[in-house]
């Protein structure tokens, strides 16, 4: 058994999706007293949270850009926590579609490295990022679309 990394919520053995985030934890890491860039790496989610990340709708919207923090609007942590999901959620939407997947594609590939990670998760850790870090298979249509598809380097709470 293992233990959603979005939702914490509990995965069967063989269960789940696994994939690369992108997006930089340093906030919550010693990490950031030494200055060094820090991404969340590899994720093993639940059906739900996955699907609820991998569909035709999360796709064809446009990734948000900035996820604010405001201590006036309540609870910090909750907001650190909706922020950190917002986050990751874009992260794996933006690497998925940079390898031009479909989102039943992206469900497919993740499922497959999950099948992979119960056997060996430092194996499939390793295949996740090779995969997200690759060159687009597929050049967006645009050049406006390849400059909007840029992951972007800044810090997930430096918007
Ligand atoms: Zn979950």
């Known amino acids: 058994m293992a233990i ?6 509990s995965i069967p053995r ?7 985030c992108e997006a930089s934890a340093q906030i919550f890491g010693g990490a950031a ?7 969340i790496g590899c994720l093993l989610l639940c059906e739900k949270c996955t699907t609820s990340i991998y569909n035709e709708s999360s796709f064809s919207r446009q990734q948000p850009a900035a996820v604010g923090i405001d201590p006036s609007r309540g609870d ?23 390898q031009g997947l479909a989102p039943q594609e992206a469900l497919t590939q993740a499922r497959g490295l999950a099948q992979e990670w ?10 996740a990022m090779a995969l997200a ?7 967006p249509a645009t050049p406006e679309a390849l400059v ?3 992951p972007s380097h800044k810090k997930w709470w430096q918007f």
Not at 76 to 98: F, V, Y
Not at 118 to 126: E, S, V
């Open 76 to 98: 910090l942590q909750t907001q650190i926590r909706e922020a950190l999901r917002i986050t990751i959620d874009a992260s794996l939407i933006t690497i998925a579609k940079r």
């Open 148 to 150: 909007r598809e840029q």
């Open 14 to 20: 063989c269960g789940g999706y696994v994939m690369y």
């Open 133 to 139: 870090k690759q060159a687009p298979r597929r050049m």
């Open 4 to 9: 959603c990394d979005r939702c914490n919520t």
């Open 118 to 127: 119960w056997t060996n998760n430092q194996a499939a850790a390793r295949k």
């Open 33 to 39: 007293a030494a200055g060094r860039s820090t991404e």
